[in-house]
């Protein structure tokens, strides 16, 4: 009897713990630049304000959501980026595989996730990347950056005005 107290014990924990695991999806972003001359590192500095500034108004805490916000806005942002850096620029956005390494301290594991590119010129440069979901990645320094003149157009289209 007590065997099978245990094993009905161990049955409703297995499924308790199957019932609350849920597998948590990734957006990550990585910015590419042209090369790592200095030029290019600060167009690429220039490039992540921009980028994050674009990702913060088309946050959802939704997955669902914020992908297809991002999906129906990133022409108009891979335009808005290549005037404001006065260069050809690529925005892709789509499974990736990112391979082990640390982040915040942390091992990141060989997984498959969604990654907003953003290709500068020729792409050869060392990129800069972060995790913008399910917690949106922090800017470093104290001052915000806004570019509220450069993305209105895609607010105003995330936000259905």
Known sequence: ???LILVGIIFVFAIAVFLN??????IRVRI???????LDLEVKE????ITVCYLKTAYDEEYNTF?????????????????ELKRKVEV??????LYNKTY?????????EMTLYVIIGEGKG????GTVYPEFLTVNGSEEVKYESLILSIFKKIKGE
């Open 1 to 3: 009897m007590r065997k």
């Open 21 to 26: 695991f849920k597998e948590e999806k990734e």
């Open 32 to 38: 590419i630049p042209n090369s790592d001359t200095s």
């Open 46 to 49: 220039t490039a992540k304000d």
């Open 67 to 83: 992908i297809n916000n991002i999906n129906s806005t990133k022409r108009e942002f891979e335009n808005i980026l290549g005037k």
């Open 92 to 97: 892709e956005f789509g499974n990736h595989t």
């Open 104 to 112: 915040n301290n942390s091992a990141v594991k060989n997984t498959e």
């Open 126 to 129: 060392s990129n800069w990347w």
